[in-house]
């Protein structure tokens, strides 16, 4: 009998072993690259037991995809055994992600009696780290980072023990034999080991200290998450001028003095999973406003490694928990990487010395229209596939720009990598490019199509171009929609809708606002917001007020230098050569992107005029909407095709409710009022009735969850993401699904 899918290091030999034993069956089990392998024998009745409880009684981390069995003639075995690993074959076992502290686990960590007591390092089959230590395949110990650590007589015993919930759990390890604790100061002088350390750690924090701390998949910054003033100085020194922080609490209980917090969004947070999870933050809540400046929701965490738990039990307090890296960097896994390029950042380093083999960061997911949405997909969801209804040709997918993770597909299944990040920074390459090579190698793949970005400037285009495979280039927004399609398993005819910030147009404009007519034999671009013009390019992602002035310009032309209502967020020198760009067409980019749509509303609103992070000008858009507010922004569309959607009555509308002063929630209200109209609209000129929901703007919950109202009460089907993020973190597995496809050529217009 063959069983694929995340069947090692679950526990699931020995379940295998013990449900034979029980049922009195004879033969034997062990792992392979492909996943488990057993022969059973004995009564047919008894033989029959053990396939029906194979899948309903396995171990709950365990997922099987598939299990494939054939009667064979009677061998006469004696017993059943756990046999040792099998390497040969194609690589196809599902890697698991690195899990939370199982209650059992916490319960020894914190019981004065158990040998374990205070470890920092515990785990057992059912938590710890996967992903983040595993080098090869199949998954056993001399296959992982924990094979330099030789086992205590006591550890190998429950090592070797089928009864026991360590059996073959290949990072167990005790104070004896495992990873031990260090605290340096900046000069990576130790000052303390072993639980000193810890509580060394703690007390620094609690003076105000930043603490770099090695978690499971890489470095961490942590500082008291009521202090002000630390704070801002961790702000200072990591370049992170008003970009949230993410905060650890000690527990639920001290979480809900400070959040609100739902039935599935608990779930969220106590799960082996355990994301970031965006959450409302309470009126009066403890945490420092500096934490996420003008921001009403706080990405909120749990502990989720004995680490954590020992440090916040000892603190008793919540803590920032940010990513240990300088901004647009990838975080640090290696102690001595953390000291050279944390040194600025950090005040003392909290280190062990189990080494880890790829950065992981936490994942972040908000609850949106009663289900988990993930924004950023990373420890404990990566790197679990996504399952094709067919299988491609085995491609590997580089992604986008921003957001990055790559994906490899390896028959059905698609496995998307680990968050990686923009590649905006020598370090950001290096990291991708390790990412890259990694997924290959740990699944022995040689891929015969490389997927790519359009956009011929992307450094993962560049980095495509390197690797050997046929080289297919995949349209950005397209493959927005393809991922969407993906993970919802659907198949056209559909309507797709990708709004984002920026992506490569095959017309030379910058797309973003993208509406596909998808077919069974092909895929249009059936409609697109108006184009304007963005002053400056790049600058105007940076400084909403562009934007604005992009629009307003498209609209009025050279009477509006005469408006100087409109001109207020600008001085005459720096009017003079922005009408020169948008007069001129010099530096100033034709864009259809709602992403900019929403910059320009927000600085006509007068919200934000310059942003210090992506998105920070369309989430206070998002933050500042009226609560009942119906009424919504006119617009017009085209005839021709594709059909434009002409926001100008709305751009004029809104500068007559800045005339009358109208609030700003008021007008964000109309704003995604309007947008919202816009996708039903086309939805029934469409006539399909299933919509697909793509691209960073649909992280917006007020814009998405009134579409898929809207949608519904219309008698359409919308759908959206899920386990893949809609932002630009998804667009690997978009690509992996159209690389090898008749339809990702988007045609022309006729």
Not at 153 to 174: G, K, L, M, V
Request: charge should be neutral; glycine fraction near 8%; proline fraction near 7%.
């Amino acid at each position: 009998m063959e069983v694929r899918g995340a069947v090692q290091g679950v526990g699931f030999r020995p379940f295998v072993y013990r449900l034979a034993t029980e049922l009195s069956l004879s033969g034997w089990v062990n792992n392979s690259a492909q996943g488990v392998f057993l022969e059973v024998e004995g009564k047919a009745a008894g033989v029959q037991a053990f396939l029906t409880r194979l899948t309903t009684d396995k171990p709950p981390r365990a997922i099987i995809q598939s299990c494939e069995s054939a009667p064979l003639e009677p061998v006469g075995y004696c017993e059943f055994e756990i046999r040792e690993s099998e390497e040969g074959g194609g690589k196809t076992a599902l890697i698991l992600p690195d899990l939370a502290t199982c209650a059992d686990c916490l319960r020894e960590i914190f019981e004065p009696n158990d040998r374990r007591f205070r470890y920092p390092f515990t785990n057992c089959t059912n938590c710890g780290p996967r992903f983040s230590i595993i080098e090869a395949l199949p998954y056993d110990r001399a296959n992982t980072t924990m094979k330099k650590f030789v086992m205590c007589a006591d550890c190998a015993r429950e090592y070797a023990d089928p009864s026991d919930r360590r059996f073959h759990a290949e990072p167990t390890a005790c104070p004896v034999c495992g990873p031990k604790l260090q605290l340096w100061n900046s000069l990576g002088k130790a000052l303390a080991r072993g639980d000193k350390a810890l509580l060394a750690a703690a007390e620094q924090i609690r003076l105000g200290k930043i603490i770099a701390l090695k978690g499971v998949g890489g470095f961490q910054l942590l500082v008291d998450a009521r202090n002000s003033t630390a704070i801002e100085k961790l702000r200072v020194r990591k370049h992170r001028v008003e970009k949230p922080f993410a905060v650890m609490f000690p527990g639920l209980a001290e979480a809900r003095n400070s959040c609100e917090i739902s039935e599935l969004e608990e779930q969220l947070l106590t799960s082996p999973e355990a994301p970031i999870v965006l959450l409302r933050r309470k009126t009066g809540a403890e945490i420092s406003e500096a934490v996420a400046p003008r921001n009403p929701n706080l990405g909120v965490l749990l502990p989720s490694s004995p680490l954590h738990h020992l440090l916040l039990r000892e603190l008793a307090f919540p803590v920032v928990a940010t990513s240990g890296n300088l901004s647009d960097e990838p975080i640090c896994t290696d102690e001595n990487e953390a000291l050279e390029r944390l040194r600025g950042l950090a005040d003392f380093f909290l280190v062990h010395d189990r080494p880890i083999a790829r950065h992981v960061d936490d994942s972040i997911v908000r609850v949106l229209a009663g289900r988990e949405m993930l924004l950023r997909r990373a420890r404990g969801y990566a790197p679990l596939p996504i399952v094709l209804p067919h299988a491609p040709p085995p491609t590997l997918a580089v992604g986008a720009h921003l957001k990055n993770a790559v994906a490899l597909s390896v028959g059905r299944n698609v496995f998307v990598s680990q968050h990686i990040g923009d590649l905006a920074s020598r370090q950001a390459h290096d990291a991708f490019a390790r990412s890259v090579a990694d997924l290959p190698a740990l699944y022995g793949a040689a891929p015969e199509l490389i997927a790519h970005d359009a956009h011929p400037d992307y450094l993962s285009t560049k980095h495509a171009a390197q690797l050997p495979g046929r080289k297919v280039a995949v349209q950005h927004h397209w493959s927005h929609v393809a991922s969407c399609m993906a993970e919802n398993e659907l198949a056209p005819p559909l309507l797709g809708v990708a709004w984002d910030g920026t992506g490569y147009g095959l017309d030379g404009t910058i797309w973003g606002g993208e509406f596909f007519l998808v077919r069974e034999d092909g895929c249009e671009r059936y409609a697109h917001f108006r184009n304007f013009r963005l002053p400056g390019g790049e600058a105007a992602v940076r400084e909403p007020r562009r934007s604005a002035l992009g629009l307003l310009f498209e609209v009025f032309g050279e009477e509006l230098w005469e408006q100087k209502d409109l001109l207020a967020g600008f001085d005459s020198v720096e009017l003079k050569p922005l009408h020169r760009m948008l007069t001129q067409r010099i530096n100033s980019p034709a864009t259809s992107s709602a992403g900019r749509l929403f910059d320009g509303f927000a600085a006509l609103a007068g919200l934000r005029e310059r942003s210090s992070f992506e998105g920070q000008a369309a989430m206070e858009l998002e933050f500042a909407i009226e609560p009942g507010a119906e009424e919504s922004y006119p617009f017009s569309l085209g005839d021709a095709a594709p059909i434009v959607i002409d926001w100008e009555p709305a751009v004029r509308a809104i500068v007559d409710d800045r005339r009358r002063k109208t609030s700003a929630g008021r007008i964000a209200a109309r704003f995604h009022n309007f947008l919202t109209e816009v996708i039903v609209t086309l939805a029934r000129r469409a006539g399909l009735a299933n919509v697909a929901l793509s691209g960073g703007c649909f992280q917006n919950r007020y814009l998405t969850e009134r579409v898929i109202e809207q949608l519904r009460s219309n008698d359409f089907q919308p759908h959206w993401q899920q386990r893949v993020p809609p932002n630009d973190g998804g667009i690997a597995l978009g690509q992996v699904y159209l690389a090898g496809s008749p339809l990702r050529e988007i045609e022309k217009p006729s």
